[in-house]
């Protein structure tokens, strides 16, 4: 491990956090490419059932990898913090605490995903028309569950140790073998959304072959031995941190699931639209994304260093940047939306239907970069039950009310559903700041 690269307690903020924030954002390119290439090469080779299928089915897988990608974040903030502490010696039985406990979920998601795929889709209520491919799509994705929950737990492996440029090779090799097997078995042996699935967990199987390669070959500044894969005290700490947030994230992506549910009821067209439009919104939210994941690693750091200055101005760079790189991504969006969703079908109203949802969106790519730089601040403090609180406010009491009584209005549109997404971000920047202001005036932070 480079120790001037990944040590975030000294030096330029703006450049070792622009440093290590680029691979993190690069990762999330690429994962992002996945949905986005499934998408694609359905929406082109396949049926408009098909589409709608992964629209409505990748809710579901997204629902399960955001809350494993939060509850995987207590691994990254316990390593940064040891490492900023000087024990390292106490990731080892971290990291074997760690498998236990994800390898219990990846075997209740299978479960779940396997045995009861056309509940699932009924329960998301998709198109009629769409349920039989919905269903199909989810039960491969959870098939292949395991290889999807290990990919994001090496990355937060890897990341808690200040290195997010491997988990960029890992998602990139199987971002090429996900865009070949779409080709090969959408577009060459139509097998439309079940393709898809196939083509996603086999991707990820090999990623995580390639990443627990590189990680037993790593020269790592830990060890690791067979008695640390067991249930341990480290196994309740990443829990501490970790449900929280993963609890924040499961009805947040449930309200994205109740959204889409919303949408399905107003059609086949309306609902590849909004499929579609979720596809670019998982790439416009990829910036903020990456603010929030690497604020946690180096605020953790810093933290354990005893370094509070340096942690809240790494919260305000990381705002600066957000902000710069958002105002550029919302004119993409507000003023080349349909150009954008018309690269993922050409069925012109899918597009328009897209475009409407794009629009009311759009200011949402501007808020999360202060949004997600507080977040990550307050995760890097292991303040993740405030993080879940505020998230419960914005998802129960703004976001799901708003898009419920939007999509019940005559002649509604998908922008003014689309509008929830901002209006629960402005509130929660609202409670943020006032937890940051409580915070200081206690000196907690």
Known sequence: MNNSNSDFTQGSIIKKLIAFMMPILGALILQAAYGAVDLL????????????????????????????????????????????????????????????????????????????????????QAPEEAVAFTSTYIRICGAGILFIVAYNVLAAIFRGLGDSKSPLIFVAIACVINVIGDLVLIA????????????????????????????????????????????????????????????????????????????????????????????????????????????????????GAGNEKRAKKSMFTGIGIGLVIGCIVFIFVWFRGNILTGIFTSDTAVVQNAYDYLKGFAPETILT??????????????KTVWVMMQGLIQTMLIRLPFSYYMSIQPNTSLMKIGLAAPAATVAGIMLNLGFYMWMKKKKEI
């Open 41 to 124: 090469v359905v929406g082109r080779f396949g049926t408009t059932s098909g589409l709608s299928a992964v629209s409505t089915g990748s809710q579901v897988l997204n629902l399960a990898t955001f809350v494993i990608t939060q509850l995987a974040m207590g691994i990254t903030v316990l390593i940064a913090r040891y490492i900023g502490e000087k024990r390292t010696e106490q990731i080892g039985s971290l990291i074997g605490g760690a498998f236990v406990i994800f390898t219990v979920i990846s075997v209740v998601l299978f479960v779940i995903m396997v045995c009861f795929p056309r509940q699932i889709a009924c329960l998301m």
């Open 188 to 303: 060459g042996l139509h097998l439309d959304a079940a393709g898809a699935a196939i083509a996603t967990v086999f991707a990820q199987a090999i990623s995580v072959v390639f990443a627990v390669s590189f990680l037993a070959k790593k020269n790592l500044p830990f060890t690791i031995s067979k008695k640390d894969f067991r249930w341990n005290r480290q196994c309740r700490r990443v829990l501490k941190v970790g449900i929280p947030l993963a609890l924040q994230e499961c009805l947040t992506q449930l309200s994205f699931l109740a959204l889409c549910a919303f949408v399905n009821r107003l059609g086949l067209e309306a609902s590849s639209g909004y499929g579609v439009a979720c596809k670019i919104v998982n790439f416009a939210m990829l910036i903020p994304g990456s603010l929030m994941q690497s604020m946690a690693s180096f605020v953790s750091q810093n933290v």
């Open 369 to 382: 970069a202060i949004l997600f730089s507080m977040i990550g601040y307050f995760n890097g403090h292991n």
